[in-house]
């Protein structure tokens, strides 16, 4: 049973940075496409980032571009999501989603989600 | 690619046909996704290729269209079935959701 355990959620300064981790079991980790989706208020659900299952390639939103930096250890079976410069209207709650083969786009296991709320 | 879903809330009897509609703002062909979201859980994968149900998924949900519409059928509506549900435009990033659809029982 795919299990993807989220850690790294809080509460961060306009500017800061904070790095959350999403850490999978029950699958063969490497053979996954990955994905961070986030869910606020204002907006539903907004894909934020994807990396190919090898990290060997990449890909942003356009309201993320140069300052969220999607990262995976394949030997530890962990996916990251480092974010730098946050601004207000990053506040919401990060999902780690796995995707269903390389990279179709489509998500069938995701994980608990971590709130991230972004306030001075 | 523009996700936009109808109608924002959908309030249907129990036993009864829940049809909800997504229409992508350009070709996916059958690039599309829905998922459903029950109150504070994480979104669930139900269809993938517009039509093909996740694993575990009961029968009575359904997908079908193509292009740029798309249709979401839930047969015989259970309770445990009050949700938001959401497509997704899978075709290439940027990954697109719709704004989501309520259903409630009546």
């Known amino acids: 049973q795919v299990q993807l355990v989220q850690s790294g959620g809080e509460v961060v300064q306009p500017g800061g940075s904070l790095t959350l981790s999403c850490e999978a079991s029950?699958?063969?980790?490497?053979?996954?496409?990955m994905h961070w989706v986030r869910q606020t208020p204002g907006k539903g659900l907004q894909w934020v980032a994807s990396?190919?299952?090898?990290?060997?390639?990449?890909f942003y939103g356009e309201s993320v571009k140069g300052r969220l930096t999607v990262s995976r250890d394949n030997s530890r079976n962990t996916l990251y999501l480092q974010m730098n410069n946050l601004r207000p209207e990053d506040t919401g709650v990060y999902y780690c989603?796995?995707?269903?083969?390389?990279?179709?786009?489509?998500?069938?296991?995701w994980g608990q989600g971590a709130l991230v709320i972004v306030s001075s | 690619v523009v996700m936009t879903q109808s109608p924002a809330t959908l309030s249907v009897s129990p036993g009864e046909r829940a049809t909800l509609s997504c229409r992508a703002s350009q070709n996916i062909d059958t690039n599309l996704a829905w998922y459903q979201q029950k109150p504070g859980q994480s979104p669930r994968l139900l269809i993938y290729d517009a039509s093909t149900r996740a694993s575990d998924i009961p029968a009575r949900f359904s997908g079908s269209g193509s292009g740029t519409q798309f249709t979401l059928t839930i047969t015989s509506l259970q309770s445990e079935d009050v949700a938001v549900y959401y497509c997704?435009?899978?075709?290439?990033?940027?990954?697109?959701f719709g704004q989501g659809t309520e259903v409630e029982i009546k």
């Open positions: 990396i190919r299952n090898d990290g060997t390639g990449d």
């Open positions: 997704q435009q899978c075709n290439w990033p940027p990954y697109t």
């Open positions: 989603a796995k995707d269903r083969w390389r990279l179709t786009g489509s998500f069938d296991s």
């Open positions: 029950g699958l063969s980790f490497i053979s996954f496409g």
